[in-house]
């Protein structure tokens, strides 16, 4: 092509055609300029439709993300709801003017664990480092994605003060006392001799309203957890069915 345009342009100028030339010459920019635009518009094309693959890819690894969170965040929902449960049964046996030998059942029915909210977010994560989360194309479900994991960040920070609350109220020295008369109703035969048990049925006592408190927390905590978890697995569908709108969109 280019000899073509090459031995056109030697013709004309051989035959001395100034004006002719200068047309041919105009028309061959064109042309050039023509085609500069094409390539780009080819290029931008190809570049749109590889981002826009590429964000369909993150779409569906978030989508299969969230799905997995919300089966992490099924079984924190179950460890909790066995620890409320118990917890109930041990704060009404404590409200009801329990005997020395019912705190060892109440103390089998009380417990917590000091669990993080566990919840994976590896592919915002990475969305974020390399910038493609914020070319996403719809911007309500960047929004969305967003408001998410903003949460995310929220309850975990939430199940952490709960954690801290709840290791300085179990470790009160105030019930200190309790723990030996615990010790000493896991002993076979059980012995009681030297230590204090009066403060057993004195409501108002350190000692009882310190236990009265850990137990409470223990129950409350657990309800507190469950309704975070409950929020936020709410989130992750809610997000998962934008997400499937999405997918499908681009079918």
């Known amino acids: 092509m280019i000899k073509l345009f090459r031995h056109i342009r030697y013709n004309i100028m051989s035959e001395n055609k100034t004006g002719r030339y200068f047309k041919y010459a105009i028309g061959e920019i064109i042309l050039v300029v023509v085609g500069i635009l094409i390539a780009l518009g080819i290029n931008n094309w190809n570049q749109n439709r590889l981002s826009d693959k590429q964000e369909l890819t993150y779409l569906s690894n978030l989508k299969e993300e969230l799905g997995n969170n919300i089966k992490q965040l099924s079984v924190i929902d179950s460890i909790y709801s066995s620890f409320e449960k118990s917890n109930e049964e041990g704060l009404n046996l404590l409200k009801n003017n329990p005997s020395i030998y019912e705190f060892k059942t109440i103390d089998s029915l009380i417990g917590t ?139």
């Open 113 to 251: 664990m000091w669990m993080t909210f566990q919840v994976t977010n590896s592919t915002y994560d990475e969305m974020l480092n390399n910038g493609s989360f914020y070319s996403l194309n719809d911007k309500a479900l960047k929004s969305q994605i967003d408001e998410h994991y903003s949460l995310s960040k929220r309850y975990e920070t939430a199940f952490l003060e709960l954690n801290s609350t709840g290791q300085k109220i179990t470790y009160n020295t105030h019930i200190y006392p309790l723990e030996v008369l615990l010790d000493r109703l896991y002993q076979n035969p059980i012995n009681l001799n030297g230590i204090d048990t009066t403060w057993i049925h004195h409501s108002n006592s350190k000692i009882y309203t310190g236990y009265f408190r850990k137990v409470k927390f223990f129950h409350s905590s657990s309800k507190t957890r469950k309704r975070l978890v409950k929020t936020f697995t709410n989130s992750c569908n809610n997000l998962i069915e934008q997400i499937d709108k999405e997918l499908t969109y681009h079918d």
